[in-house]
């Protein structure tokens, strides 16, 4: 059974940093793309950023970049999204997504399947 595992939520001050993990399970991570998405109260769930299987391209929203950073450990079947420079804005509910694909490029808009979320909570 494929599972993705969210971890590393919290409550952190603006100008702080976060760093979320994805566990994976039950599938090779090294055939999918995988990414995350957010959503946050009252809004519409967005994508944040995605990896390639391969770990060779990312991609980032406009309102993420320079800020967020999306890794993968293959070996451990690990998705990591770094959070550096938080804001308020970047409140939510972050969850990791999975889709099967080996093409150099990955889109943010995508998600074939989900974890259960990690709150993040940035405020003072």
């Known amino acids: 059974q494929l599972q993705l595992v969210e971890s590393g939520g919290g409550l952190v001050q603006p100008g702080g940093s976060l760093r979320l993990s994805c566990a994976a399970s039950?599938?090779?991570?090294?055939?999918?793309?995988i990414g995350w998405f957010r959503q946050a109260p009252g809004k519409e769930r967005e994508g944040v950023s995605c990896i390639t299987s391969s770990g060779g391209s990312t991609k980032y929203a406009d309102s993420v970049k320079g800020r967020f950073t999306i890794s993968r450990d293959n070996a451990k079947n690990t998705l990591y999204l770094q959070m550096n420079s938080l804001k308020p804005e970047d409140t939510g509910i972050y969850y990791c997504t999975a889709y099967r694909s080996v093409q150099s490029m990955c889109s943010i808009l995508r998600g074939d399947y989900w974890g259960q979320g990690t709150q993040v909570i940035v405020s003072s």
């Open positions: 039950g599938f090779i991570l090294d055939r999918y793309a």
